[in-house]
């Protein structure tokens, strides 16, 4: 079962603030989580608060990484627990959710954190909690480099057309988002997306 806080906080990364709370949002493939793991190399006290899921474990993944995992009947209980800032069943009808008292916990002590999250849950989050929430929408520079990314990522050429039929409902979403960015070059998004993280904390650190 997943912790109470499932992240362990350096004091010395702490804030005289509120955390700030960065969401990215945008289709599956479009390199968000490649994005977070440069962003956590780079800048120091940012730290990534991995969703929790039912799915299965692929090869290379590990319990924290890129997912706290757990079985329907753990997930379950924590709904009823009422320990999500947001959850959805999404892709092969697996559970993805944001756990609560670790956002919470973070933002109250004044550490920065950063997530993905799905554009419905991401509507769900800011609904909770407005105040210390920036949302980033990644787009893929075109529909057929997404379809590539995916094919790369995954042989299963059913569960690609799945992801790609849920792409028009996650870009209508993406006017809602305080910011927005395409994904083609690595190097210049990781560059955009650190002047966003930036921006936002010197605003929040006046």
């Known amino acids: 079962m997943i912790p109470e806080v499932f992240i362990q906080f350096d004091p010395s990364d702490k804030h005289d603030r509120k955390g700030c709370f960065f969401v990215l949002s945008g289709p599956s493939g479009v390199g968000k989580n490649t994005l977070v793991n440069l962003i956590l190399k780079e800048m120091r006290g940012i730290y990534y608060v991995p969703s929790v899921t039912t799915r299965a474990m692929r090869p ?80 893929p520079p075109s ?4 379809s590539n990314r995916l094919l790369e990522r995954d042989a299963d050429t059913a569960a690609v057309k799945q992801r790609l039929e849920r792409v028009p409902l996650e870009l209508g979403h993406k006017d809602r988002y305080d910011f927005t960015m395409i994904n083609d070059n690595l190097e210049q998004s990781v560059n955009e997306l650190r002047s966003i993280i930036q921006s936002v904390v010197e605003q929040r650190s006046e």
């Open 143 to 146: 529909m057929d480099e997404l």
């Open 60 to 139: 290379g993944e590990s319990q924290m990484n890129p997912y706290a995992f757990v079985s329907v009947e753990q997930f379950e209980d924590m709904i009823e627990k009422e320990q999500f800032l947001e959850w959805k069943k999404i892709h092969n009808n697996s559970y993805y959710g944001t756990h609560m008292p670790t956002i919470l916990f973070a933002i109250d002590n004044g550490y920065d954190i950063i997530t993905d999250m799905d554009v419905l849950g991401c509507q769900d989050a800011i609904l909770r909690i407005p105040e210390r929430i920036y949302t980033i929408f990644v787009l």
